[in-house]
């Protein structure tokens, strides 16, 4: 057995403490302009601009580097009616029974219910499934470490990169969501991280008008 192989750091830049400074500024004035829209227009998104977006996801940080993600495009309006009807299914059953009060009065200032007309109005659907393992050419299957926690770290990269490319996300949970297996024909071991609906915002959208806390109520610095 040889030991694992290292190359030269590729691609890091020093920059100056002032740019340096202006960079963190400039991202966070960037990143706090991201909001959550659930008002979609139905325009298309143009060629690449996802595939793009879907690649920065793919250099996310991952346990062991087994980048335990995949993640399904669904464009197709007959794909997307089949998730909203299921998606709608386990939402009544959440906001009619499932769900405790207190859950329900969190989630009372966003205005959200079962209804997600956005599932066939977006342009786009991005299924977000986490494995377990994977599988190996003869069938043998290896286990993924820290699956649930690098997928979410991926996440986060392709919500940043959508963003940055000028479109819109909203974030969708359904619970449970294993009809995004049998819809997409995605394996066992693949279990359903997000669904993360893409596009433009419609004319006019809305959305709540909520703050984010300060910094320092989020970190602390000793």
Request: glycine share 6%; net charge negative.
């Amino acid at each position: 057995m040889t030991g694992p192989e290292f190359i030269p750091l590729p691609g890091y830049r020093e920059y100056p403490d002032a740019e340096m400074a202006e960079r963190a500024a400039a991202c966070y004035r960037e990143m706090n302009r991201r909001r959550t829209v659930r008002d979609f227009s139905s325009w298309e998104i143009p060629s690449g601009v996802l595939e793009d977006c879907l690649r920065a996801a793919g250099t996310a940080p991952s346990g062991a580097n087994m980048q335990p993600w995949h993640m399904v495009v669904v464009t197709d309006p007959a794909v997307k009616q089949r998730i909203r009807i299921e998606a709608e299914e386990e939402e009544r059953e959440f906001y009619q029974r499932r769900a405790p009060q207190e859950w329900l009065d969190a989630l009372a200032p966003l205005g959200t219910d079962d209804r997600k007309p956005f599932l066939e109005t977006a342009p786009c659907l991005i299924a977000i499934f986490a494995q377990s393992h994977g599988v190996l050419p003869d069938g043998r299957s290896v286990k993924h470490y820290y699956a649930q926690e690098s997928v979410g770290i991926a996440t986060g990269f392709l919500l940043a990169a959508i963003h940055h490319a000028g479109l819109v996300a909203l974030t969708h949970t359904p619970s449970p969501m294993g009809f995004l297996n049998a819809i997409l024909d995605r394996p066992k071991n693949e279990r359903p991280f997000l669904l993360l609906v893409v596009g433009f915002p419609a004319t006019g959208a809305t959305v709540p008008a909520i703050a984010r806390k300060p910094l320092v109520e989020i970190a602390t610095f000793v």
